[in-house]
Every structure is written in structure tokens, then in C-alpha cells.
């Protein structure tokens, strides 16, 4: 089993810059996929962005050269850092790792983005 723990979430007014973490404990996984996914009200859960554990990447187009994802490995952590983030990313933004069939999520955090 593994467990995610996300922080960083809050308000940020358009234009700046947040960055959210997510620790993983418990069962760590060497080959994994780790992720960023938003559910904003009344909306379906939308993947964000992925990194596998070689580091590579894929960002939905709605963020692509706005959030950058990456990872630590020696940390078990991995980041999204959101630049220029506009109102409809208002949304709260769960951690994802995926080994295989296996799916482990986090909590979430709010991130609301007004001015």
C-alpha cells in the first residue's frame, strides 16, 4: 500500500506561481507513474500531468508551458509547479501513483486561482 500526502495548495492570483508537493510512504515502487490530476465542481477528474520514474513527461494541452511536473526519487516526492495559472485551473488537485493495475491517490488540495 502506498500513501500520498499533498501540500502547497492555497490561492494564488492569476499570473503567479504555486507549487505543490506530493510525499509518497509506505510501499515504494521503483517503476511507477507518478501524476497530477484536477476535479473542479461539477466536472470529471482530468489528468494534469504524468512522470515515470525515467523522467519522462505529458502534460494535458491545457497546461502545457504553464506547469512543469517533476520528481525526486531519493525524496519519494513529486512536484507540480504552476506558473501563470489562470482561474479555470480552480480546481482540487490529487496526487497519483501508478504501478501497473495498482492506482494509489492522495487526499487533494485546493488550489483556487482569483484575483
Known amino acids: 500500500q502506498v500513501q500520498l500526502v499533498e501540500s502547497g495548495g492555497g490561492l494564488v492570483q492569476p499570473g503567479g506561481s504555486l507549487r505543490l508537493s506530493c510525499v509518497a510512504s509506505g510501499r515504494i515502487f521503483s517503476i511507477n507513474i507518478m501524476g497530477w490530476y484536477r476535479q473542479a465542481p461539477g466536472k470529471q477528474r482530468e489528468l494534469v500531468a504524468i512522470i515515470t520514474n525515467g523522467g519522462i513527461t505529458n502534460y494535458a494541452d491545457a497546461v502545457k508551458g504553464r506547469f512543469t511536473i517533476s520528481r525526486d526519487n531519493a525524496k519519494n516526492t513529486v512536484y507540480l509547479q504552476m506558473n501563470s495559472p489562470k482561474p479555470e485551473d480552480t480546481a482540487v488537485y490529487y496526487c497519483?501513483?501508478?504501478?501497473?493495475?495498482?492506482?494509489?491517490w492522495g487526499q487533494g488540495t485546493q488550489v483556487t486561482v482569483s484575483s
Open positions: 497519483n501513483d501508478r504501478v501497473g493495475s495498482l492506482s494509489f
